[in-house]
């Protein structure tokens, strides 16, 4: 497993861990002292990803769409939230319901909800870009704050998720 830790100043340390088969965790940014680095497998791939973190995070359209992913231990059903949940295009978002549909599921839009919730890859797999039925910014793991900053860096217009009909 390699773990490279990152720091962005306007948002905090992040790490990115990876294995052979792609990137299996990332850990979303906060505010607390500098952590160990370590390095092992996959090096090129993590530090390829926090290269890119970099530029999303100074507000460049980056597309993670090629980076290889290692969801081993996760259900077929997660994989495919996941996976619908990647193909949200910068700058969009998607309810949990339509999220479900997508899936072939369309009443499942809880367990689309705990996905999300569980979500080892946030950014990559860019769960901040799902919200409630009527749009309103509804649980992420950063926090709803670090939600609102991360729509609002791809010009979503946060203020007026909330106005739009359910799906």
């Known amino acids: 497993m390699s773990t490279l830790v990152s720091f962005h100043p306007m948002w905090g340390w992040f790490s990115v861990s990876c ?21 092992g497998v996959a090096v090129d791939l993590a530090q390829d990803l926090i290269q890119r973190l970099h530029s999303y995070l100074d507000g460049e ?41 997508l899936v072939g599921s369309p009443r499942a839009c809880r367990a689309v909800g705990r996905v999300m919730a569980q979500n080892p890859l946030p950014l990559i797999v860019p769960c901040h870009r799902v919200v409630g039925a009527s749009g309103s ?21 946060v203020d007026m998720l909330g106005h739009r009909k359910g799906d």
């Open 61 to 101: 359209a980056v597309s993670f769409a090629d980076c290889p992913l290692d969801l081993r231990g996760l259900s077929s059903f997660a994989r495919e939230v996941l996976a619908a949940c990647r193909d949200i295009p910068y700058g969009e978002v998607r309810s949990y319901g339509q999220l479900a549909r």
């Open 137 to 157: 910014l509804t649980g992420f793991g950063g926090g709803l704050e670090l939600k609102r900053r991360l729509l609002a860096l791809e010009g979503v217009d």
């Open 19 to 39: 294995t052979s088969e792609g990137a299996a965790r990332i850990t979303l940014p906060t505010f607390q002292e500098n952590p160990t680095e370590e390095q």
